[in-house]
């Protein structure tokens, strides 16, 4: 094996480096034991998978000889056209088509990926080296930080509130940075800003203005643009309150909001196709890369999410995804409250998958903990919170705290899940 | 633009390096003037593209609810495991099912990505760092070349004989390597090893185990490891003679060869799935690599693809994508004979989508080149020679060939094409 060092590698400091996503861990896990209820799996329901309505665009799309052959052909690089201004006009109108921001919204800025992961991982390898800086929210996506891990690249916390980033903390993060002349190395701060991944919580408008005009304001001082990645991926899984624009929405943000987002949790995961929008800057740069890692995504994929968006499909479907999460999210936060004691404190999420809880500070919750061990043994799994947390060496990390799940379990297994887990706290 | 260099840039060294890939150009020059013959581009044939066949498939998979749903759901990290297990197998039977061979075809070491170039792109990832060193044929498919400069590794060439690439001149290269102290930044030697892209041949069994064996003994002084990665992707693509076995039939070759193919060309390149075979020391770094890339590959692409082996279609399908291939590059030399002059030199293919043609060595046919541009005048395209060489410092590189694809083209175009060029010569 890799890790076998008593052998000769010929591995490069990358192929070193790359740490097993510890998803894929609780996933194995998961496999091996198919009795346990995953609450940490960042899979979505299958109910609400649009079987029938992917199967009648199918007929009809390899039903047309020619748009048939056009769909198992190679489409190019950037993506179907049709589907990048679909994109570009849905991401516009989500925004509340706002006036004179037309910039924002070009779908020759508008990528198509294999799942907005890809999206990210190549903005990533288009502007960071090792040892370079990405500033996150803490706690953040954990998967984003598997390849800030894999690329060497260093991580900055940014604590949050309930409506997004501390933007005071934001500025001591920068100002701290420039006092130690390390912000040249900052390229980017990544958010993910609606119903985040693992909090639940979404970032007003107030805030990503804040941060973008404190971005600007270091640029000076590090030498080149620090650009605010938005991962939007839950953008459309919200079940109570409208959500605020997306950065792009701001005067003069095309040149410096760097848009993800993805077609895959709110239509079909097994579909996979996202999409990001880039600056200029970064455009040719991220369109060469791609060029490297597939010369463009799956055209077949692409052309079934095109008739989805056409035909009224994937509004249809998000409506029954949307009610369906809302029921399964109380459904979890239901029975937090008859089984979870006083002390855990968490948040009632408005979308996204998951729910965030906070145990006793003394709690730990880690993945080689006597608590994870505990909660095992009664065939539950969820995810330590610690793992949202980047290696921040100005800061401990919290490991005190879950993220649960209600994307993939049945209702039934939520609530067995969560008193499960009520008795074990 | 990010070619502008008076506006301070993010960009990493690699999104500084990145070049563009001159199939964009190819392609996009096509995309502008629809009116062009390309005989550049690397599509297929779109009348063998099985539309019909898929929409079966799709209709059967999409009309089971379970399957259907397991489908339009996220997969794992390494890809379905019956497709894992049907590639493994036949690569196997592909290789005549070699005895006591047990251990190169192992489904476990197999991984489904989207599409081959992903595999080539991560197997680099891992194993590369800038400033490393690839052995590629003179010439090489020039996709991969891109991969290579994007990542800052250097090549050297190593010539080619009718079957594959010549031992003798291997083991000069070799040895320069080890007399310069360059031998510990050679990681692997990349060969196209069916029909190959750009010439058309095809390495011997003879070959293989040869470089095999010089690369075994060159290990010490380079103080690793050196693979031999075989990019099988035109394997199936034959119409002549049965090819050689892979190099993965020789003994001991399950801990040296990594072994890359693809079921987009000989099936559907808009389902975009292909495949790798890897050393069990690069098997951990590679997942996890492709855990932060896209934790797995589009899972409705792969479970097409894993009815249309099961069902037989692949084959069927199979059989037709040959016998038309046959008959394009029969079309394609034919019109050779009768309109290119006596000196220009090219073989017959045996397989695969191209014809690799020298004029008189005088003849310049780069990009820029008064030749390319006289041709493009007449309205044909074709792939300059010199895109297929790797930038060796020990060499001075071919600029008078021309690769000619009769993949995407008709055969009335592929006719009228090259009577143009024909003219221009």
């Known amino acids: 094996m890799a890790g076998n060092d008593s052998k000769p590698s010929a591995l490069s400091a990358m192929g070193r480096r790359t740490k097993e996503p510890p998803i894929s861990w609780l996933m194995g896990l998961k496999l091996e034991r198919p009795e346990l209820i995953s609450l940490a799996a960042g899979f979505t329901d299958n109910p609400t998978l649009p079987v029938a309505g992917s199967r009648r665009l199918l ?12 769909a198992l052909q190679y489409g190019s690089t950037a993506g179907d056209d049709t589907l990048r201004k679909l994109t570009a006009r849905r991401i516009r109108q989500l925004d509340g088509n706002p006036r004179g921001q037309a910039a924002s919204y070009e779908a020759r800025r508008t990528v198509i990926t294999h ?28 998967v984003y930080l598997g390849i800030m891990q894999s690329r060497g690249v260093a991580g900055r916390g940014v604590r949050m509130n309930r409506d997004g ?13 420039r006092r130690s002349d390390d912000l040249k190395r900052v390229k980017m701060l990544y958010l993910v800003s609606y119903y985040q991944n693992p909090t639940g919580r979404s970032t007003s408008r107030q805030v990503k203005t804040g941060a973008l005009e404190l971005l600007r304001r270091y640029e000076r001082a590090a030498g080149h643009p620090i650009y605010l990645m938005e991962d939007a991926a839950y953008r459309e899984l919200g079940f109570a309150a409208t959500p605020a ?58 052309q079934l999410v095109v008739r989805a968006l056409e035909s009224g499909l994937y509004e249809k479907n998000l409506a029954k995804v949307q009610r369906r999460y809302r029921a399964k999210a109380k459904a979890m936060t239901d029975a937090m409250r008859a089984h979870f004691p ?34 095992l043994d009664r065939k539950v799994l969820y995810v ?5 947390y980047t290696d921040d060496p100005t800061r401990p990390k919290p490991g005190h705290e879950m993220r649960l799940s209600f994307g993939a379990a049945t209702e039934t297994d939520i609530q067995k899940g969560i008193r499960r887990l009520g008795q074990v706290i």
Chains 1, 2 share one sequence.
């Open 59 to 70: 007929n009809e799309l390899l039903g047309d000889a020619a748009l048939g052959q056009a």
């Open 115 to 142: 799942g907005s992961q890809q999206f990210l991982y190549m903005a990533t390898e288009a502007l960071c080296d090792p040892d370079d800086i990405v500033l996150v929210e803490d706690p953040t996506y954990f």
């Open 165 to 177: 980033i501390d933007l005071g903390h934001l500025e001591q993060v920068l100002e701290s940075l």
């Open 245 to 302: 624009p997306s950065a792009l929405a701001n005067r003069g943000a095309a040149d410096r909001v760097i848009y993800s987002g993805t077609y895959s949790k709110p239509f079909a995961t097994g579909v996979r196709v996202g999409f990001g929008v880039l600056p200029e800057a970064l455009l040719a740069p991220v369109l060469r890369i791609k060029g490297n890692h597939d010369f463009g995504t799956g055209h077949l994929a692409q």
């Open 342 to 375: 006083e002390a855990v404190r968490w948040e009632q999420p408005e979308g996204g998958l998951n729910v965030w809880a906070a145990l006793p500070r003394k709690v730990n919750t880690g993945m080689k903990s006597r608590f994870f061990r505990k909660v």
């Open 384 to 388: 330590p919170g610690g793992l949202c």
